[in-house]
């Protein structure tokens, strides 16, 4: 499974790091994907990590917006903020790539992210 | 990148309809093409992968079809837990750019 860290509320400029823990299976072998969903909208695609090398693929509406990385030795996954906009108020869903089904097979609870001032 | 292009973007039923989604890709994109139920509060949950694959544990009401660039998700006989969101989505482009389709929201009629 993996589980996210908990909600978060911010302030617009402020910095954020949410994590995804895996548990129960070879962390560093399956890449990890993060998805956006804000009020109200549909699913996003923000883009990928391979926690074996932190080699990362982000889609180009988040790339310079976010960063991924990884510590496998500790099954963690993170997406990061360096400065918050009142725009990235949304669920982010961590979730698992599975190569022999070529799709998402396991999801995270999500994390509430609310910036506001 | 790849559009992914669903109809309708909501639609209403009754349970035990027979209803169908459809997916439309911007180019080919083989059978690279799974579909997500979402409920509020939850997390999305796998239904279908490589277009017409059922995920482990997911009801047999549930098929999917297609290749290329025409999908279609049919859920045989609605019951009232399949009232939802559903997401289409390619895994096909070679740099993991895996784009969702917009959503078709299920109601109850």
């Known amino acids: 499974q993996l589980v996210q860290s908990g909600g978060e509320v911010k302030k617009p400029g402020d910095s954020l790091k949410i994590s995804c823990r895996g548990y129960?299976?070879?962390?560093?072998?399956?890449?990890i994907g993060w998805v956006r969903q804000m009020p109200g909208k549909g699913l996003e695609w923000m883009g990928i990590?391979?926690?074996?090398?932190?080699?990362?693929r982000y889609s180009p509406s988040f790339l310079g917006q976010v960063t991924f990385s990884a510590d496998r030795s500790i099954t963690t996954a993170y997406l990061q903020w360096s400065s918050l906009k009142a725009s990235d108020t949304a669920i982010y869903y961590c979730t698992r790539l599975s190569p022999t089904l070529r799709a998402f097979d396991i999801w995270g609870q999500g994390t509430v992210v609310t910036v506001s001032s | 990148d790849i559009q992914m292009t669903q109809s309708p973007s909501s639609l209403s039923a009754s349970v035990g309809d027979r209803v169908t989604i459809t997916c439309r890709a911007s180019q080919g994109i083989s059978d690279h093409l799974n579909w997500y139920q979402w409920k509020p509060g939850k997390a999305p949950k796998l239904l279908i992968y490589a277009a017409s694959s059922l995920q482990s544990g997911v009801p047999s009401r549930f098929s999917g079809s297609g290749s290329g660039t025409d999908f279609t998700l049919t859920i045989s006989s609605l019951q009232p837990e399949d009232f939802a969101t559903y997401y289409c989505q390619q895994s096909h482009n070679a740099q993991y750019m895996y784009s969702f389709g917009r959503g078709t929201k299920l109601e109850i009629k």
């Open positions: 129960d299976y070879s962390f560093a072998n399956y890449w």
């Open positions: 990590i391979d926690p074996s090398d932190s080699d990362s």
